[in-house]
C-alpha cells in the first residue's frame, strides 16, 4: 500500500546514503518491511525505481523526480533496471519513553542555538549567498535580477523555520510545496542538481560564522535541512 502524504506528527529519525542500479543493496531488492511505527520516504532522482508491494500485489514505478510513502511493516521489495539514482529518508512515531522527548529533539536544539550564534556572529544570509553565488559557475545567472536585501530575509526566515520544524508539520509542508513550486521547472528552472551546492553552502556558512563549529554539528546541519530541501528538490 503506498499514499504520497506522510502522517502530520512523526519525527525524522535517518537517512541512507544515495543507491545507483550498481550500489543499491540486495536486502532492499528481496522482501522486507520497515518495523512498527517506522515509515520511509523513498525519492527517485534520476532514472526510475520500481516500488513493488508483495501485500498488495502491486507494482509502482517511481520516475525521477519523484517519491514514495512506505508504510510500516508491509512487505515490499524495491526493483530497478535501468540507471537510477535514489535515497531514503526514515521517520518514525514519536516515543514518548524517551527523554528529551522526540529523537529529533535534541539535534533541532543544536541546530537552532548553532544558527543563533551564526546571527550573533555575521549576518548568515550574506554570508550564505557569496558562498553559493561561488559555488559553480550555474548559480550566479540564477540570481541576474534579484533584489538581494529581500532575498536575504527571505533567506534567512525560511533557514530558521526549516531549522524549527519538522517536513511532517502542515505547515512546514506548506512552506515546502510553495517553494517546490517557486524553483520548479516551471518557474525558476533549478535544476535538481544544483541542490547538493546549496545544503554545503549553508554548512560552510555555518563552519565560517559559529565558533563551536564540529564535524558532529554538521552532520546534524544536514540531518535538519535535507528532508525539506529534498521535498523542494523533489517538485522540480
Ligand atoms: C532547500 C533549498 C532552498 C531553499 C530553502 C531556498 C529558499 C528560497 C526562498 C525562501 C526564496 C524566495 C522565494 C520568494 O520570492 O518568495 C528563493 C528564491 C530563489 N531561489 Fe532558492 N532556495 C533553495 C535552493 C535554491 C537553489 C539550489 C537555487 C539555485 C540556483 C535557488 C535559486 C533561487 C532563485 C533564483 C530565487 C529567486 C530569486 C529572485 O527573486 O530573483 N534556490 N529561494
Redo the contacts with the bound molecule.
Sequence with gaps: MAIDRLPAGLVLSGGSLFFTEETMPDSLRREHALPAQHWAVLHAFEGSVTFVDLQADAERIIPAPDHIIIHPEVRHLLAGEGPFRCRMDFFREPDPDIHMGTPGAHADEAVRDSLERCEANGGFAEVFYNTFLNASAE?AP??A???FE??RT??RD??YT?VSHHVTEPEMRELLEK?GE??NRNN?N?LPV??E???DSICETAKALDPEWSEDLDRQWRAR?RP??QI??AAY
Excluded: K, N
Design positions: 548559480i540564477y540570481f535580477s534579484t533584489d529581500r532575498q527571505l533567506l525560511t533557514v526549516m517553494l517557486a524553483h525558476r533549478v544544483l541542490y551546492l546549496w545544503l535541512l525539506g530541501m523542494i528538490m
